[in-house]
């Protein structure tokens, strides 16, 4: 790509959301390599970075979350503020084919079905927000966050003819938000359909394991994963599939030539993304592979989590899955849940893992931890909290192009 990539919201200065949008991207990723890399540099030398995996410019987004204002006939989806002002973002190219796609059908929806969008100014409608995420088989899950449950009843009316304007649509749900603050859902969520979960159907790349012989060639394979209404997955499918495979690689190459790990733990692990890549890293022939165990706050993300376990066809007794604050276990101190792990994953939110957890991994004498960071800034004050665990590999992953966020994952040997 010779140049920056152009869109027409961006261009006219209508949304600020990709800040690098002019920018080629291969320049953006340079950029993003070195400012990272300068953020870390206390901690991760340069020799240990290996390549980033690079995005798509256009298209990547697996998500919409779109405010929504205006009037029902003529809807607003996209941008909305305290004084009134809204831009609509449905011809943003960063979202997917099938949510391009399906955002005109919506909007019209939403006329035909009287969901009045809710006025910030006035504190006055019911639909908030519109959620819309695409599996990679295209299929959608669409989230209706309304002010009350007042509409409900005209959704579960209205859902056979939107199902008939998007048969792709397998969730479709209403989330209860009556806070007039800047908050995207409330806690009750309304599923409207059978269907409670979208199945995110990836695919890992290939990629290169030690064995006696020397390294072998693993085949790409498929890691399904249910994704319930309220329970986050990456944005950009594609480079999470590299995120994913990746850490399975990294997991089943340990720096003392032991073999892969035996016995994982998968904190803050959502909908159980590394648990399951990589539970199925090893377990060839009569291998059963290694014992995992992913713990999450979200009673809903674990339901996911072991739903795909299930259909992974991984026995419970191996990959378990359990609902808790990540925050508060003791690696050290954990006999009741199969004891030290050889190998710990973390990928906690934008505030990092805290000062607790990371003194208890310090003091806990694991030998390995995979740490997916999806800010650097708080990493590098992990890392700082855990002295005898040193960097042994880092890549960066541009989950979101066109913006200065980044993704890092390190691998900790001690």
Known sequence: ????????????????????MGMALPDQLTAKQGAVAQRLGAHVPDAVWEPPAMSEPLHFRNKAKMAVSGMAGTPVLGLADRWGGAVDLRSCPLHVPAIEEALPVLAGFIGRAGLEPYSIPSRRGELKHLLVTASPDGDLMVRFVLRSRRLVGRLRDGLA???????????????????????????????????????MRLSLPGGTRAASGGPTASA????????????????????????????????????????????MWDLFCGVGGFALAL????????????????????SAAVDGARASAALAGLPADRVRFETGDARVLDPSAA????????????????????????????????????????????????????????????????????????????????
């Open 279 to 298: 539970a199925g890293a090893t377990g060839q022939g009569g291998d059963r592979g290694p014992s995992v165990l992913g713990v999450e706050i979200s």
């Open 220 to 263: 790409p394979r498929e890691l399904a994963l249910h994704l319930p209404t309220r329970s986050f997955f990456q944005t950009n499918t594609a480079v999470a599939e590299a995120l994913y495979a990746t850490a399975r690689d990294w997991a089943a190459d340990s720096p003392d030539g032991a073999g892969p790990a035996r016995r």
């Open 335 to 414: 006999r009741e849940l199969g004891g030290l792990p050889d190998l710990l994953v973390v990928n906690p939110p934008r505030r990092g893992i805290g000062e607790e957890l990371a003194g208890r991994i310090e003091a806990s004498g694991v030998a390995r931890v995979l740490y997916s960071s999806c800010n650097p800034a708080t990493l590098a004050i992990d890392l700082a909290r855990m002295p005898s665990l040193r960097v042994r590999r880092a890549r960066l992953f541009d989950m979101f192009p066109h913006t200065s966020h980044a993704e890092v994952l390190v691998e900790l040997a001690r």
């Open 1 to 20: 790509m010779p140049s920056g990539t152009s869109c027409a919201l961006h261009d006219s200065g209508a949304c600020r959301s990709c800040p690098r």
């Open 161 to 199: 003819h939107l199902r008939g304007l998007l048969p792709t649509l397998a969730v479709a749900s209403a989330n209860i938000q009556p806070i007039h603050q800047a908050i995207l859902e409330g806690d009750e969520e309304i599923v409207l359909t059978e269907e409670d979960s979208l199945l």
